[in-house]
C-alpha cells in the first residue's frame, strides 16, 4: 500500500529529512525553501531559529516590510520529506500579480510519483479554512509538472504575464 502525503508544520523529527531534501535541489542549483528562509536552515543547530521565524510568520509577528502572514508546511511520506508548500494567508498588491496564495517545491527524487498534485491538494483545503474563497497560483511557462499540478486540482489559466523575459502564467482555483 502506498504511503499517503500529509502536511506537517515543520517538526524537529523530519529536520534532517528535509535538510537532505535542500540538497538535492541545491544540487541542481535551485532550492526548496520559499522566501526569506532560504539562508536560514543549513544544519540541524540552525532549527529552533528557524522554527521561530516560521512561527512568527505565521501568527503575523515581526514580518518585514511587503511580507504577509504565511504558514510553510513540509510535506511528509512516512518519515521522509518529498517537498514543502507555503500558503499566504493573503495577498499584497504584489501577491496579487505574481506569487499567489500558495508555493510548493517537490523534492527532485520524488517529482513524477503524484506528491505535488496531493500536496496542493492538501495545500487548497489548509487555504479553504483560512478563509480564502479562491486561491491565485503561478507558475513558469515552461514548468509542465507545475502546470499539470495546478490544472490537476482545478486551476482555470487567467493571464500569462511576462516578468524578467520569463512567461509566467497565472491561476485561479475556486473552492
Known sequence: MKKKVKLSLPNKKYALSYLKGEKEFQAEN???ASGGSIN???????????HKILEERRKGINLKKGKVPSTQYWAVVGNK???????RHRLNKALAIMGGH??????PSERRKGHGTEILRLGLEK??????KKALLTCDEKNIGSRKIIEANGGILINKIKENDIIKRRYWISF
Do not use: E, Q
Open 30 to 32: 535551485t532550492v526548496m
Open 127 to 132: 487555504a479553504k479554512k483560512l478563509g480564502i
Open 81 to 87: 520529506v518529498v517537498g514543502r508548500l507555503s500558503l
Open 40 to 50: 536560514l536552515f543549513k544544519s540541524i543547530s540552525d532549527f529552533p531559529v528557524y
Open 102 to 107: 500558495i508555493g510548493y517545491a517537490i523534492v
